[in-house]
């Protein structure tokens, strides 16, 4: 089960085991960020379900959105 919520983006803070992937925040408008998973395609078989998740929550949150 999957939870996302909505919040203003403060300091990050990633695991170790995130910093040693490379894993980074990275700031974008809503429909910016649903244009750039749309056009993701990750390497390898999880990666694909995590953006789809993802695409399906910026989406959800899009529809409620103005901008």
């Given at each position: 089960?999957?939870?996302?919520?909505?919040?203003?983006?403060?300091?990050q803070?990633?695991?170790?085991?995130?910093r040693l992937?490379?894993?980074?925040?990275e700031?974008?408008p809503?429909?910016e960020?649903i244009?750039?998973?749309?056009?993701?395609w990750?390497a390898?078989?999880?990666?694909?379900?995590?953006?789809e998740?993802?695409?399906a929550?910026?989406r959800?949150?899009?529809?409620?959105?103005?901008?």
């Open positions: 089960m999957s939870y996302c919520f909505r919040a203003r983006a403060g300091r803070a990633l695991e170790k085991g995130e992937a490379g894993f980074g925040l700031l974008a809503l429909r960020a244009g750039i998973l749309e056009r993701d990750p390898n078989y999880k990666g694909k379900f995590i953006v998740r993802d695409l929550f910026l959800k949150a899009a529809q409620g959105s103005p901008r």
